[in-house]
């Protein structure tokens, strides 16, 4: 079992910050990919940030000057990933989840957390 956990999320107020957490822990071997994406009331679910293990990221073209993703840090088998989210705009608005993609005996899994929300609004 992969257990993923979310942390951060809030209200904040359009041009501000927050800082969102992963840790992923539980029967994860070989992290190869963590990331970020979101979804919007009514909308589909979105990419915001990836990083691979050997620290080669990708942005969504709406994040990019505002967003960071960090390099995936381990402690023994537990995995964490953030993602510092500054400018923030109302259309940021939305449920934020982290994903992991890992491999164990050959074979890629993913997992999803929980989700995060995230409500930029004065």
């Known amino acids: 079992q992969v257990q993923l956990v979310e942390s951060g999320g809030g209200l904040v107020q359009p041009g501000g910050s927050l800082r969102l957490s992963c840790a992923a822990s539980?029967?994860?071997?070989?992290?190869?990919?963590m990331g970020w994406y979101r979804q919007a009331p009514g909308k589909q679910r979105e990419l915001c940030a990836t990083i691979t293990s050997d620290g080669r990221t990708n942005y969504a073209d709406f994040v990019k000057g505002r967003f960071t993703i960090s390099t995936i840090s381990r402690d023994n088998a537990n995995y964490t990933v953030n993602l510092q989210m500054n400018s923030l705009k109302p259309e940021d608005t939305a449920v934020y989840y982290c994903?992991?993609?890992?491999?164990?005996?050959?074979?890629?899994?993913?997992?999803w957390g929980q989700g995060t929300q995230v409500t930029v609004s004065s």
């Open positions: 539980g029967s994860i071997f070989s992290v190869t990919q």
């Open positions: 994903k992991v993609l890992h491999v164990k005996s050959g074979t890629l899994y993913s997992k």
